[in-house]
């Protein structure tokens, strides 16, 4: 099935460091959605967008809907150590199917 | 005040064997979803109903059958199970076609 490249496939970074990782698909999309996956548990949603050029936070966290709407952007930053986790971006093009993301590994050192 | 839940989280059996994964939501939302998970973490979708009719149908074989007696549950039935069976299944929900919201999971090991 049709998966989105997200960048980079993994990351290890300091504490206090900011992080950026995007994703980007060959169609185009009306809806991006941000999550992120704690070990053991499901997909927490975190950010979603609708409009290609918007750019929307939560707490540390900031993701932009690309121009293009073939792409979009994840934020964290003062990275803590509970950033730990794998971040999967989604996109729609209006339907109810949703493609996942390939993922990004994040860890954090103290 | 769990959105959605998913029974039993662990799930270990035998090949040839049929199980059932239950998913229920208070969220009131009117579509539900499940998802296959692989060791690479890779999400697919496989289903998905809105108010109880099925609107996607992933190519997945036959030996999956979901089902959705009403709007807030959406439950998976396998049957012969194989050993590529064995994945986390996550159900999530949502209204109509805005953000989807997951469950917990379904570890599902087949030996």
């Known amino acids: 099935g049709q998966q989105l490249n997200q960048s980079p496939q993994s990351m290890f970074i300091q504490e206090g460091e900011d992080v950026s990782m995007n994703c980007t698909s060959s169609?185009?999309?009306?809806?991006w959605l941000w999550y992120k996956q704690d070990p053991g548990e499901g997909p927490v949603l975190l950010i979603a967008?609708?409009?290609?050029?918007e750019l929307t936070s939560n707490g540390r966290l900031t993701a932009q809907f690309g121009i293009t709407r073939k792409d979009s952007f994840l934020n964290i930053s003062a990275s803590i150590p509970s950033d730990v986790g794998i971040y999967f971006c989604?996109?729609?093009?209006?339907?109810?199917?949703?493609?996942f993301g390939t993922g990004t590994r994040l860890k954090v050192l103290a | 005040d769990t959105a959605v839940s998913q029974t039993p989280k662990y799930l270990v059996t035998q090949m040839g064997n049929d199980k059932s994964i239950k998913c229920e939501q208070n969220?009131?939302?009117?579509?539900m979803y499940w998802y296959k998970q692989d060791s690479k973490k890779f999400l697919k979708i496989m289903f998905s109903?809105?108010?109880?009719?099925?609107?996607i149908n992933e190519t997945v074989p036959n030996r999956f059958s979901p089902k959705s007696p009403d709007k807030a549950h959406l439950n998976l039935h396998i049957n012969s199970l194989e050993l590529g069976d064995s994945a986390v299944y996550f159900c999530?929900?949502?209204?109509?076609?805005?953000?989807?919201?997951f469950g917990p999971g379904t570890r599902l090991t087949v030996t």
């Open positions: 169609s185009i999309f009306n809806t």
């Open positions: 999530a929900s949502s209204q109509t076609i805005s953000e989807q919201y």
């Open positions: 967008l609708y409009k290609a050029g």
């Open positions: 989604a996109g729609s093009s209006g339907t109810y199917k949703y493609i």
């Open positions: 969220l009131g939302h009117d579509t």
């Open positions: 109903y809105n108010n109880k009719e099925l609107i």
